[in-house]
């Protein structure tokens, strides 16, 4: 029901933009977020975005630096990463409809996840 896309190699201080779209049963009107996760390791919150859109909030680790965002249409939603690290290297993973805090991954709807690797 979400799918991402978006995600691949890039060097450290570069971009991507990750896609996440919903068929139409879902996220439309939910709120969004975007989670990462590396092997061994819990999966970690990285973005939050409300069913508005304007409601934004970040995990410090990429504040300053990533955007989430929600298409238009709003059952889609980017996550613009700009000045990448290494340790930013993960899978992603967007999520719709949290059934808990906005920072748990309590979330209703998953995508397949997508890989972005920060080579140094």
């Known amino acids: 029901q979400l799918v991402e896309s978006g995600g691949g190699l890039v060097q450290a201080g570069g971009s991507l933009r990750l896609a996440c779209a919903a068929s139409?049963?879902?996220?439309?009107?939910?709120?969004m977020g975007w989670f990462r996760q590396t092997a061994g390791a819990e999966r970690e919150f990285v973005a939050y975005?409300?069913?508005?859109?304007?409601?934004?909030y970040y995990a410090d680790s990429v504040k300053g630096r990533f955007t989430i965002s929600r298409g238009n249409a709003r059952n889609s939603g980017y996550l613009q990463m700009n000045n990448l690290k290494p340790e930013d290297t993960a899978v992603y993973y967007c999520?719709?409809?949290?059934?808990?805090?906005?920072?748990?991954?309590?979330?209703?709807?998953w995508g397949q996840g997508t890989q972005v690797t920060v080579s140094s």
């Open positions: 999520a719709a409809d949290p059934s808990s805090d906005y920072y748990t991954p309590l979330y209703n709807y």
């Open positions: 975005v409300s069913w508005s859109g304007v409601y934004t």
């Open positions: 139409k049963h879902t996220a439309n009107s939910y709120s």
